[in-house]
């Protein structure tokens, strides 16, 4: 089976832009969540999705949304960029909801300039 | 959430059996722990995850007391790709409810030749 595949990998953008990530899970998995991972903060909880709705989230601002596709392909969106969300953007897949067993793709580094 | 502790940082030599213990005093009775494995600019990898005694796959063992207060990953011969930051979780995988992956900060094992 393919595993987590995220676009794109890398990403630069400016102060006050807003980016768009993308994330295919594993063929059948039905929840994607996504994190953020910074030296400072470590991996940080942002959402989860499961079945197109939004079931679990984490203390981020609501400039951090997300959505999933009936196909459980997920995008993650940042709008108003501010510097502090320079990161790497990960995002899992699992079969069920809420899952400790979580399967994780490369990542999208995400640089605001 | 249970809270865990593990040592921040480690050093084995190639060949060696190396054992990562973690603490998790409060850990609830349907709480399972769960361990995963990240290289640098990689996301986490799914290891093995377990409720009491023992649980062995290809990759780790998993000991866990009758307590349940602390469990040990146990890696054996690790080699120089073994390097990586080893993360221990604890929560109960079967509530579907409200929940956030709390990674914390892992242990980085550094493996020597």
């Known amino acids: 089976k393919a595993g987590v595949t995220q676009t794109p990998r890398y990403l630069i953008k400016t102060r006050g832009q807003q980016v768009t990530l993308s994330c295919s899970p594993i063929?059948?998995?039905?929840?994607v969540s996504w994190y953020q991972q910074t030296p400072g903060q470590g991996l940080q909880f942002l959402f989860e999705?499961?079945?197109?709705?939004?079931?679990n989230k984490g203390n981020f601002p609501g400039r951090f949304s997300g959505r999933q596709f009936s196909n459980s392909r997920s995008e993650m969106n940042v709008s108003t960029l501010e510097l502090g969300d320079s990161a790497l953007y990960l995002c899992?897949?699992?079969?069920?909801?809420?899952?400790?067993?979580?399967?994780f793709g490369p990542g999208t580094r995400l640089t605001v300039t | 959430l249970a809270k865990t502790t593990q040592p921040i940082s480690m050093d084995s030599y190639e060949g060696q059996e190396v054992n990562i213990t973690c603490s998790h005093n409060?850990?609830?009775?349907?709480?399972?722990i769960t361990w995963y494995q990240q290289f640098p600019s990689q996301g986490p990898r799914f290891i093995i995850q377990?409720?009491?005694t023992k649980v062995t796959n290809e990759v780790a063992s998993l000991f866990i007391p009758a307590d349940r207060k602390s469990s040990t990953l146990s890696l054996p011969r690790v080699s120089l790709s073994d390097t990586a930051v080893y993360y221990c979780?604890?929560?109960?995988?079967?509530?579907?409810?409200?929940?956030?992956?709390?990674f914390g900060k892992g242990t980085k094992l550094s493996v020597i030749p």
């Open positions: 999705y499961f079945s197109e709705t939004q079931r």
């Open positions: 377990g409720y009491k």
């Open positions: 063929s059948g998995h039905r929840s």
């Open positions: 979780l604890v929560g109960d995988i079967k509530r579907a409810g409200s929940y956030q992956l709390t």
């Open positions: 409060n850990i609830a009775t349907n709480d399972y």
């Open positions: 899992a897949s699992s079969l069920r909801q809420a899952s400790y067993e979580q399967y």
